[in-house]
């Protein structure tokens, strides 16, 4: 009797189709219209006078700030990654994979590939994030965590935004 060993390929095709297909667009979408959602909510609570689910919108929004920056950052990325020789028109010699546009291009191209694909799971994380602080803020507190780690990554997000503004 002989025993093989069958290779793991579900768990990575199901990592790649997460990732890429429906459910990827799906947790962009939902990071994308996160502020949106949570500035409604916020006005909605304010409006009805229930001041205290508002610091649960506040972090909502706080966290559709840093999805933007994420969907900001990841767009450029790849953009600059598939049109680098019409975005970046210079010396090759010195850029990353030069001295050839070739070279040049695929290594721009290869680095935007994990960036998009760590902000569709970066995405996903701030979406799980800000419904579980939205459920905090509704029923009985059972995720204590939610709102510390809310301010963290909100306030992170902020430093990062600021850092890159600068650098322009």
Request: proline share 3%.
């Given at each position: 009797m002989e025993i093989t060993q069958q290779p793991h390929r579900r768990s990575a095709s199901s990592l790649v189709s997460k990732t890429l297909g429906r459910?990827?667009?799906?947790?962009?979408?939902?990071?994308?219209t996160l502020l949106p959602v949570s500035t409604a909510r916020f006005m909605r609570?304010?409006?009805?006078g229930r001041f205290a689910h508002a610091p649960a919108a506040l972090?909502?929004?706080g966290l559709g700030l840093v999805a933007w920056f994420v969907v900001l950052i990841s767009t450029q990325a790849a953009v600059n990654g598939a049109l680098y020789p019409l975005l970046d028109a210079h010396d090759y010699q010195n850029s990353w994979g030069g001295p050839t546009l070739a070279g040049a291009w695929?290594?721009?191209?290869?680095l935007a590939v994990p960036i998009v694909l760590a902000a569709v799971w970066l995405l996903r994380?701030?979406?799980?994030l800000g419904s579980c602080d939205q459920e905090s803020s509704t029923v009985a507190r059972s995720h204590w965590w939610s709102r510390p780690l809310a301010i963290l990554l909100a306030a992170a997000?902020?430093?990062?935004?600021?850092?890159?503004?600068?650098q322009l």
């Open positions: 459910p990827g667009q799906r947790w962009v979408w939902r990071g994308i609570t304010v409006s009805m972090l909502g929004m695929a290594v721009h191209a290869a994380g701030l979406v799980v997000g902020a430093v990062l935004f600021v850092g890159w503004i600068n």
